[in-house]
């Protein structure tokens, strides 16, 4: 008997041939692991879990990226690296996707309004979106520019997920639902920049859709004042889901 072919990504797989459709959507072996947080102890499966790394781009977190430009000290912005550098790569190992969140725009910039390109340039004669920076020509957060690559000391794996974004929230004109579903995924981890702006609305996007938020606290900063900060841990644990850190996510792993 000539085997079923699978159509689709597990779990949202069909398996077919000429006359068979089987829709019966196998689910995952599931992975489950006991995790601290903040304000409860979560049962949760890896098999239904993602990370998603947002903003740890060049424009927001090196020295010569925009917001340096601009005046802004991105010393907080960089301390998510080594956190995320020892974490993902465990997170590989037990199969839940690490997806790259970035601020990648269309050169054109034509799906991007005036009022945000106003957020940014709000007289419209300094360095914006699309713009090239002064120390190296990099159009800022223009998709494929130095500017919107993440940094080097972060390495994107094959295996890893790259959506671009146009807004705060990586959810609004993205696929990034549609792949989460297909995948299977309810559980997200978050981490990056800034806490308190790109990270805070996707998590809330993540949640108003129905997605278990959990923040990463030490995968995850802010270049503003330290009241958006602890606001966010706030509110993350108050409204939209729960706060951890990598050290109490890999103990969970590996118990």
Request: some cysteine.
């Amino acid at each position: 008997m000539i085997p079923l072919r699978t159509l689709g990504l597990p779990p949202n797989a069909w398996a077919v041939d000429a006359q068979i459709a089987d829709i019966t959507r196998p689910p995952l072996e599931p992975q489950p692991i006991t995790l601290a947080t903040e304000t409860k102890t979560l049962r949760l499966d890896l098999a239904k879990a993602a990370i998603l790394v947002i903003d740890m781009q060049n424009d927001f977190c090196h020295p010569n990226g925009w917001l340096a430009h601009i005046g802004v000290d991105v010393t907080p912005a960089r301390t998510p690296i080594n956190p995320l550098k020892t974490l993902l790569p465990e997170l590989r190992n037990v199969k839940v996707p690490v997806i790259w969140l970035n601020w990648g725009n269309r050169p054109d910039l034509i799906n991007i309004s005036a009022g945000l390109r106003h957020v940014y340039n709000p007289t419209g004669d300094g360095v914006g979106l699309g713009d090239p920076l002064p120390a190296n020509g990099a159009k800022v957060l223009i998709a494929g520019s130095w500017a919107a690559a993440v940094v080097d000391e972060l390495q994107q794996k094959p295996e890893d997920i790259r959506v671009d974004k146009y807004r705060m929230s990586g959810f609004w004109d993205t696929p990034l639902d549609s792949l989460l579903r297909n995948l299977g995924k309810s559980t997200l981890f978050f981490g990056g920049v800034n806490a308190d702006q790109c990270v805070m609305a996707t998590l809330q996007d993540a949640n108003f859709l129905g997605y278990d938020c959990i923040l990463v606290k030490d995968c995850t900063a802010t270049t503003s004042p330290e009241y958006c900060w602890q606001a966010t841990l706030y509110n993350v644990k108050q409204c939209f889901g729960f706060v951890t850190d990598s050290q109490a996510i890999l103990k969970a792993i590996s118990n």
